[in-house]
């Protein structure tokens, strides 16, 4: 579920970001980056981004010694014959 | 016995199911980024969160003592040299709610065994009554549709419009200096508290009126209002505007300005939202320390002289009036003759009111705001 879910919650942190980062230009004495709020959000979407790239890592890792561990069996049956 | 199989959560179902077409994650995504964006409107400028003053107090009274000199006196002229000293102007009424003190002036003690001795003098601090005597009745209030006269407050209210441009200028010369005060919404220093500038100039009894700084959407800066300190956050990379309570203004872009030197000074108001509109000549400016470019509806507080200023409120957004550049407004400042000029919150915020009602067009549906600064009659 956790492996469903961070993506599109990095991908609605992110735009949220976006969208302060544009009214931020054009208003900067709203501080809406410059506030206690959009630090904690700013946390919480690193710890996401961080939590999504590890778990793209051990996806990534997990398939390549499965991909491995195939091309090894296909090796020893072709020995075999 | 059969077993049953123990149920899964919705959510876990759902994501557990087929892919959902990519315009439905889509969606999904848009609607979850709203409410994000609601929700952090709702916390960073709905709902309202209470701040503690930073509790430093300037008051005149404090200033004159400071700025008092030490004088040597012969004994023989100390009875009139003690009348001297004691002369000051009487606290109006309400100047307990501005955060001012009623003491008297400090005096001295005679000493009878010394040869001479020191006395205190005092000056008049904000009290402009002989500096425009004729700007000021004897007591009587005459009132028109754009000018206001008493024995404390002279105000004339200049309507501008012309194709695609309308500003109002309020030319205010103030006899003490307490006239000219701010308000807060609700009586109450807090960031999300919001109110119209009308009902805080009704709830003094303000004269005219202006939007201030809007404080109350930041949580950094410096707030002084009516001689206290609420927020003292050198963090602000926002030009800073001081008034004094000898009625002189200042404006200091935010690398120059020191807050112990203002209170040493004796600062009253201190707005931190700018930019300053005019430099340390007196000269329009070209270049602003502001992100807030473009045509837009203005609000600005204008400084001549101790006891002389004036409000200025440009309507924009509107097809009668696009509003003005901040290099414009520097420009129109520079020409009504002010030699200090700061700019407060604009946009939809901006506003002048007189006599309970908004005297422009307020862009949109106006905005209620933090603060407002007003002109009260004595």
């Not at chain 1, 054009?26 to 790239?53: G, P, Q, R, Y």
């Not at chain 2, 003690?82 to 001012?100: C, F, L």
Request: glycine share 8%.
């Amino acid at each position: 579920m956790l492996r469903k879910l961070l993506p599109h919650l990095a991908i609605i942190l992110s735009c949220m970001y976006v969208v302060f980062f544009g009214i931020d230009r054009v208003n900067s004495a709203m501080a809406f980056i410059e506030n206690d709020i959009t630090k904690w959000l700013l946390l919480v979407l690193c710890l996401i981004s961080i939590t999504n790239a590890v778990l793209v890592i051990v996806d990534d890792r997990k398939r390549e010694r499965r991909r491995r561990a195939r091309a090894k069996k296909r090796a020893h049956a072709g020995t075999a014959r | 016995m059969k077993k049953r199989k123990k149920r899964r959560p919705w959510l876990s179902r759902q994501l557990r199911r087929r892919p959902r077409p990519v315009w439905v994650l889509i969606l999904c995504d848009a609607l979850l980024l709203g409410l994000g964006l609601v929700t952090f409107a709702l916390f960073h400028h709905v709902l309202p969160r209470h701040e503690q003053s930073v509790g430093i107090v300037t008051t005149r009274e404090s200033l004159m003592a400071a700025r008092s000199q030490q004088v040597d006196v012969p004994r023989a002229t100390d009875a009139p040299a003690m009348e001297a000293a004691t002369i000051a102007p009487a606290a109006p009424e309400g100047a307990a709610g501005s955060g001012e003190t009623a003491e008297p002036a400090p005096t001295e003690t005679p000493d009878p065994d010394a040869p001479k001795r020191s006395v205190h003098t005092t000056e008049n601090i904000g009290w402009f009554g002989n500096r425009f005597p004729d700007k000021f009745t004897d007591g009587e209030v005459i009132i028109t549709d754009d000018s206001y006269k008493s024995s404390h407050v002279n105000i004339t209210l200049q309507r501008h419009k012309k194709p695609g441009l309308a500003f109002y200028v309020a030319d205010i010369y103030i006899k003490d200096i307490i006239s000219l005060k701010t308000v807060f919404a609700e009586d109450t220093f807090s960031r999300g508290l919001r109110e119209s500038v009308v009902s805080m100039n009704k709830r003094v009894g303000g004269i005219i009126a202006i939007n201030g700084d809007f404080y109350g959407c930041r949580a950094d800066g410096f707030v002084m209002r009516n001689g206290e300190l609420y927020r003292k956050d050198t963090r602000t990379k926002r030009d800073v505007g001081v008034l004094y309570w000898d009625g002189t203004m200042e404006t200091f872009s935010p690398s120059k300005f020191d807050i112990d030197d203002a209170i040493a000074k004796g600062a009253c108001q201190i707005w931190n939202f700018g930019p300053r509109l005019l430099d340390e000549n007196g000269e329009a400016m070209t270049k602003f320390n502001s992100d807030v470019w473009g045509l837009n509806p203005r609000t600005a507080l204008g400084y001549y002289e101790p006891g002389h200023y004036c409000f200025v409120v440009v309507d924009g957004r509107t097809d009668k009036s696009k509003g003005m550049e901040l290099k414009d407004l520097s420009k129109l400042m520079h020409t009504l003759g002010c030699v200090r000029a700061y700019n407060m919150d604009g946009g939809n915020t901006s506003v002048m009111v007189v006599g309970g009602k908004a005297v422009n067009n307020q862009s949109g549906k106006g905005r209620i705001t933090s603060d407002a600064i007003v002109i009260v009659d004595n």
